[in-house]
């Protein structure tokens, strides 16, 4: 097999893999209209059709399909090697992929990394925010971060934050408007600033808890947002209640810009876990990477 042979099939399971030539192409570091010639050259060489292209989306044929079962475990092996050799440096180096949410990223991620980074040069860390429970062993990630309660089982997971606890809050002003709710279902009535997940596929129910029972409210309200600063900020100009993490409004309760209410529903619960499949072998940079984060509190 001729050295092109190898890296066609390398650009046509990266494009096979991310079932886009645009996600593929900044992965492998290519332009778009090359990645196409590459993968077109190998389907005419091979005299048959890998991929289906659409205006909207590329998925494998049949043959195809085929191709990417018998390669993947492969070039997945190579590269684990290629990892492993690596391993022998003196020095942790190498890129970690994480995905993880803004919260997440912003509280307790990039805090340690800020901390260690500067020790380690050699080693690159690329956090990717995103709001949908992600398969990060479909996405290609080297980990994740989740909430202990949404890390599935077959994941190793190493705690990298303290409990964790939910506010719900509002401004002066929209209280001189309403009455302050005296249970979650008081809700109901309120203009309430709501959270889109994609993963839960519609609008994000409101969590409580107290004396174990536990209670989810579903919220209207004028203004739908899938960022959390952008809540706050809403909930700040007076345009609803908003439903927080405790230490992104504690300073704005302290300072009389945000009213907390239902704070006896808002118990604490397990905080964020750094996740990995647990067959991964784990390289000097990502152990560092998990020693860095680990919560010790």
Not at 111 to 126: G, S, T
Not at 225 to 243: P, V
């Amino acid at each position: 097999m001729q050295r092109s042979d190898v890296n066609d099939l390398v650009a046509f399971l990266a494009v096979a893999r991310a079932q886009s030539f645009t996600r593929a192409a900044a992965t492998l570091g290519v332009s778009q209209s090359a990645l196409s010639h590459t993968v077109s050259a190998l389907e005419q060489r091979l005299g048959i059709r890998l991929l289906t292209r659409t205006t909207r989306s590329v998925s494998a044929t049949e043959a195809g399909e085929r191709l990417v079962r018998t390669l993947s475990p492969h070039f997945d092996g190579i590269r684990a090697e290629l990892e492993a050799v690596t391993e022998l440096r003196e020095k942790p180096a190498g890129s970690i992929r994480i995905n993880a949410g803004e919260h997440a990223a912003r509280s307790v991620l990039w805090p340690a990394l800020a901390r260690v980074l500067p020790d380690y040069p050699d080693i690159k860390v690329e956090i990717f925010i995103d709001y949908a429970l992600t398969d990060i062993v479909a996405e290609r990630f080297d980990a994740g971060v989740r909430l202990g309660e949404q890390v599935a089982r077959d994941m190793i997971a190493a705690r990298i934050g303290p409990d964790m606890r939910m506010a719900v809050v509002g401004s002066p002003a929209y209280f001189a408007r309403r009455p302050p709710p005296k249970t979650p279902h008081d809700l109901t009535a309120h203009d309430c600033i709501n959270l889109r997940m994609a993963t839960y596929g519609g609008l994000y129910a409101w969590e409580f808890e107290k004396g174990g029972r536990e209670l989810k409210v579903r919220v209207e309200g004028s203004v739908v947002f899938n960022n959390l600063s952008l809540r706050r900020k809403a909930a700040l100009a007076g345009s609803g209640l908003a439903y927080l993490p405790e230490d992104e409004v504690r300073e704005y309760i302290g300072s009389g810009h945000l009213i907390r209410v239902l704070e006896d529903w808002c118990e604490p619960f397990a905080g964020y876990h750094l996740y990995y499949p647990s067959r991964r072998q784990a390289s000097p940079a990502f152990s560092v990477l998990v020693e860095a984060l680990r919560h010790r509190g």
